[in-house]
């Protein structure tokens, strides 16, 4: 039985069109339902569960003890509770980020000035339900837990403020709340400022603190007011900053009272408190505006986004805004577990995360533009979550691609990696580049009314490609060397500097040049598309035909690191794979002169998405081609836990095998991706990960900066995706789908046909971008044979840059 997909608008006050889908038993459809928050909160996803709107600048979360809390919370219940902060970044490795401002409440210390207040001393346990999980529940817009001391903390957000409700136990006769200014995640914050108004407990403050992947500092703000929740008080009966365990009474600034030792800092305020009145709990809500711009600002954004402090109505303004999002992707469910679904809304949960909307909160200048932030970084979300936004929210990717370009105008470049303000370590080439084409290729239609300014846009993809920066590891790239040699040498002297990630940056350059060429060649700039064309080429120049993997002679040929002089130097094809002999890493902080970034050459040698076709003939022909793929996989050379290896499980659609795509892609979801709290098998790497296994389940693999998608049959016999700005709705339906094996390899899985609005197509490989910007019907007939082809056409096969498939 088919769910029938009834649409009705919900009594919504706003001007969005959030609705819910209904099926024939009366059930009401909420994406909101799917969503589970604590997916990736061990085992190294640094998932954040907590509050936020849809990219919101405040994302207000529980922080733990865990050395994993990168994004403050760790599902492991033994880690202890530090605080409730303010910000955070989502997946991310480096060193901890953010997690700035922390409010804590204290149920009962007996004497103010004997409260204590480091973070060492003050932390608490939470509180474990019967089977051992911790009492924590989160859905979008919210949070909540139970400490073990009985206390309730519940959260949620509007862009730039948080919301707190800490409800004490009835005996908790002075309910205190602790504001720390100096312990973000890393512990790094110095001259903080904290002043207390004794005749509101409005607590000011402000810090420097570390940026964490990479140099530079940053400045936040803080402004917090608190409310009594069925009562009323006038102002703190108690109040004072503190240094370490030494809480001040009645002083009103940091730096009152204090001589210098210690390094941590805040203040504490304490309440009259709700349990004369028939022995109640006592709720507090604790409002918290932040800021990079000043304190004054952090309490302007508190008093223009929450004025009514009503608790209810921010969850649901952040609900209403989740709903808008999720629920331009439906599927049918017939024959699907409910794991599955909730993986894919999950997914496509946390790839509206980052960036992060700062509009009015820039501390580098002043413009009229959007200004995003927490870029973490585009080298990890250019492959899969834009694209993804591309299908179904254009709009926030228009305003994402203006800021990016005001920041170029800035600065001389494009960001890469950046943190509150700061510019931090480049991964791999200027990745801002496909990003902004990617939004070009597909939206050039639209760039105006979406206020991207095309002649802008190309100019800031120029500077990228043609501008050297004075230090190239955290904007721009080694352009002029680029330029010179068609790759990165990889002589350690070459023209100074840190000389690292050649092979990698060599490769993700030339891919960066063909987005570039895809965009002139939109705007008529037909010798710059050729020029950037030829520089895509020149990944082959770090081919070298004649290297093997020890003992496997039967595969020959992988990128290599090569001198200047023309000459190659050696890194063994498993350098950075499990089957590194050497056990080495490939991160920022290895030693190495190896030439290959967070994968292992063996994976970089599949990396050449503009032109696969190139590489089947570098790899010896379509069958030495299948032959490395099943090789890679036989042997665990494909890395789920990084980007590089996103494409791999696909590459059969070049070899004409998508039935293999398909196996592949699903084994590879199977093994490492679910819904349990360990369920991502690295950092979900600022949603790119999410966005990796929303493709996947949608049946999808994008290639960024083409109108091309590679095809495969979802794991719903229907889905569709709605595009609010192209006011248009895919709909991909399976005939004969039977649901969805464990091991991903037999059943009705492979795509023997396809018709686009009852014509058959060209190809069961791709779809081309027009079929989405209309609204289409895709039919795939499916079958349990995987021999399937992707059809027998001149353009049955997914495009090449070498077979002139973009033109
Ligand atoms: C959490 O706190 C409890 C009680 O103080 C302590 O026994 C436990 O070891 C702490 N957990 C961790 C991971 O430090
Ligand atoms: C809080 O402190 C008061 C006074 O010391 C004491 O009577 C009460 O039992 C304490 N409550 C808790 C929950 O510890
Ligand atoms: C916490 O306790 C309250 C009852 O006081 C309960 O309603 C709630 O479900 C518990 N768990 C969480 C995570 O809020
Ligand atoms: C090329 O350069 C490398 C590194 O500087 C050097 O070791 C090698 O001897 C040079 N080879 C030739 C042929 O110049
Ligand atoms: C060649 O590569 C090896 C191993 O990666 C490295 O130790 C060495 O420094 C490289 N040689 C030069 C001249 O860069
Ligand atoms: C869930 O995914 C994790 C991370 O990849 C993996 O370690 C674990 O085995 C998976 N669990 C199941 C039940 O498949
Ligand atoms: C669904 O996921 C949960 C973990 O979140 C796991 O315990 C359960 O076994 C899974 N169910 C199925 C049918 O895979
Ligand atoms: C697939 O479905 C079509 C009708 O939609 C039916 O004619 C055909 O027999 C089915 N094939 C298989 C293998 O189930
Ligand atoms: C696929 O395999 C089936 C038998 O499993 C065979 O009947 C069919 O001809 C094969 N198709 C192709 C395209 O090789």
């Not at 350059?509 to 710059?528: E, H, M, N, P």
């Not at 890194?571 to 292992?600: K, M, W």
């Not at 069958?623 to 665990?636: A, G, Q, S, T, Y």
């Not at 966005?691 to 994008?702: D, I, K, T």
Request: proline letters at 7%; one cysteine or more.
């Amino acid at each position: 039985m088919k769910p029938s997909f009834r649409l009705f608008v919900l009594l919504a006050t706003v001007k969005s069109y959030a609705y819910a889908a209904q099926n024939q038993d009366g059930d009401v459809f909420d994406p909101l339902s799917y969503v589970n928050l604590f997916i990736g909160t061990v085992n190294g996803g640094h998932t954040f569960p907590g509050a936020t709107i849809p990219h919101g600048m405040v994302k207000v979360g529980m922080d733990t003890d865990s050395p994993g809390n990168h994004a403050g919370y760790d599902g492991d219940p033994q880690y202890n509770v530090t605080g409730f902060s303010q910000l955070h970044q989502e997946g991310t490795g480096g060193a901890v980020p953010l997690s700035n401002f922390k409010l804590f409440p204290i149920l009962n210390c007996t004497v103010f000035e004997q409260c204590l207040t480091t973070i060492a001393s003050r932390k608490i346990p939470r509180k474990f339900l019967p089977n051992g999980s911790p009492d924590d529940f989160a859905s979008p817009g919210y949070f909540s837990t139970n400490l073990s001391n009985a206390i309730r903390v519940e959260l949620t957000a509007t862009r730039r403020v948080a919301l707190h409700r800490y409800t004490f136990p009835p005996e908790s006769v002075t309910p205190r709340i602790l504001l720390d200014v100096t312990n973000d995640g890393q512990v790094s914050g110095i001259n903080p400022e904290m002043a207390i108004d004794p005749e509101t407990g409005r607590m000011i403050a402000s810090g420097n603190y570390a940026a964490s992947f990479g140099p530079g500092r940053y400045d936040a703000y803080a402004c917090v007011d608190f409310k009594g929740e069925g009562y009323h008080f006038d102002a703190p009966i108690e109040y004072g900053p503190y240094k370490i365990n030494y809480p001040d009474l009645w002083g009103t600034d940091i730096n009152q009272h204090y001589y210098s030792w210690g390094s941590e800092h805040g203040g504490l305020v304490g309440f009259p408190s709700n349990s004369d009145n028939g022995n109640k709990p006592t709720s507090i809500l604790a409002r918290v505006g932040v800021s990079l711009i000043s304190t004054e600002q952090a309490c302007a954004n508190a008093e223009e986004e929450i004025p009514d402090w009503n608790f209810d109505r921010v969850v649901k303004d952040s609900e209403d805004q989740w709903r808008d999002i999720l629920s331009r992707v439906k599927v049918d469910t017939d024959n699907v577990d409910r794991n599955t679904t909730e993986l894919l809304y999950s997914s496509l949960y946390r790839t509206h995360l980052l960036p992060a909307d700062f509009t009015g909160e820039n501390p580098g200048w002043k413009s009229s533009e959007p200004y995003y932030d927490g870029f973490y970084c585009n080298w990890d979300t250019y492959r899969t979550l834009f694209p993804l936004m591309s299908l179904h929210d254009p709009a926030t990717f228009a305003r994402i691609v203006r800021g990016m370009i005001d920041i170029q105008k800035h600065e001389g470049w494009l960001p890469e990696c950046r943190e509150m303000g700061t510019k931090q370590f480049i991964e791999g080439g200027s990745n801002g580049d496909p990003i902004l084409s990617e939004f070009y290729v597909k939206f050039d239609k639209q760039a105006k009314e979406l206020g991207v300014h095309a002649e802008d846009l190309y100019e800031a993809l120029l500077a990228d490609a043609e501008k050297t920066p004075k230090n190239w590891n955290i904007q721009g790239r080694q352009a002029d060397v680029w330029k010179e040699k068609g790759y990165i040498p990889s002589d350690t002297t070459y023209r100074g500097g840190a000389n690292t990630k050649q092979v990698s940056r060599s490769l993700e350059y030339a891919f960066d040049d063909f987005t570039i060429s895809q965009v002139a060649r939109l705007l008529g700039k037909t010798s710059d598309a050729h020029k950037y064309a030829r520089r895509a080429a020149n990944f082959v120049n770090s081919w070298n035909p004649d290297v093997v993997v020890p003992d496997t002679p039967g595969i020959i040929g992988f990128m290599q690191p090569k001198f200047a002089n023309g000459t190659w130097n050696y890194t063994d094809p498993r350098h950075c794979s499990v089957h590194d002999p050497l056990q080495a890493t490939c991160f920022l902080n290895a030693i190495r002169r190896d030439g290959f970034y967070e994968s292992s050459p063996i994976v970089y040698s599949q990396y050449v998405p503009q032109d696969t076709a190139r590489l089947i003939e570098l790899q010896g022909g379509v069958d030495k081609f299948v032959e490395r793929l099943d090789w890679i996989f036989e042997n665990d050379y494909f890395d789920s836990t990084n980007e590089p290896s996103q494409q791999i499980p696909f590459m059969y659609h070049y070899a004409n095998q998508p039935g293999r795509s398909a196996q592949r892609a699903r084994q590879t979801i199977a093994a490492s991706f679910n819904t349990s709290i360990n369920g991502l098998p690295g950092n979900d790497d600022s949603g790119s990960m999410a966005s990796y296994v929303f493709f996947y389940l949608a049946g999808m693999y994008p290639l960024p900066a083409t109108r091309q998608t590679l095809l495969s049959a979802p794991y719903f016999p229907s889905i569709s995706i709605h595009n609010p700005v192209l006011a248009t709705t895919v709909t991909i339906k399976s005939n004969n789908f039977t649901g969805n094996p464990v091991d991903g390899t037999s059943g009705n899985i492979y795509v023997k046909s396809v018709t686009v609005n009852g014509k058959p197509y060209k190809s069961n490989c791709y779809l081309e971008w027009d079929v989405f910007t209309e609204t289409s019907t895709v039919v795939l007939e499916l079958t349990d044979t995987a021999n399937v082809t992707c059809g027998t056409g001149k353009d049955a096969l997914p495009p090449s840059l070498s077979t002139g498939g973009y033109d």
